[in-house]
């Protein structure tokens, strides 16, 4: 008996644990492409909210200093490519010089933003990497906190097309 009490409970913790991980992000309202208007990283890469629209998108909001931000924004270049799918970076801490150093040791090629704390509170980024997907009108269908895998992402980009 005491080993099937055992077992209820590690199936009962696993079972917590995965729960916890997975935890529904509130997706915010309203069209996100048209709230970003943080200027852009490289001073002359201007950045068009609108070049995203018509297909999915990926918002990643990230900070320089953020190891999880170092693997994930990788992870969401190539899902995002494999998808068809736009993505942007948008840095909510950091300087200039350290995103720019971030940009670079990620090799990320998408246009990256640095928020002057607007997007930050707007979309209570408290914790990064946070991610939203877009659907191709701007609006966001899923939303994310932390570290999250390529098939899982790539599943995320899929449903967001109409």
Request: hydrophobic share 50%.
């Amino acid at each position: 008996m005491a080993s099937r009490t055992l077992f209820v409970f590690l199936a009962t913790a696993a079972g917590a644990a995965v729960g916890a991980c997975h935890t529904a992000t509130p997706v915010p309202d309203g069209d996100i492409l048209a709230t970003l208007t943080a200027s852009p990283l490289a001073p002359l890469a201007a950045f068009d909210p609108a070049s995203l629209r018509g297909a999915p998108a990926v918002v990643v909001f990230v900070s320089p200093s953020c190891g999880h931000c170092l693997k994930e924004l990788p992870i969401a270049q190539a899902a995002a490519a494999a998808e068809h799918a736009g993505i942007v970076a948008v840095f909510v801490a950091g300087n200039r010089a350290s995103d720019h150093a971030f940009v670079q040791q990620t090799k990320f090629a998408g246009p990256a933003l640095v928020d002057d704390g607007s997007l930050r509170v707007k979309y209570a980024v408290d914790h990064v990497p946070y991610m939203l997907v877009l659907d191709p009108t701007g609006h966001a269908r899923d939303a994310h906190i932390g570290e999250r895998d390529a098939d899982d992402l790539r599943a995320a980009i899929s449903r967001a097309r109409p």
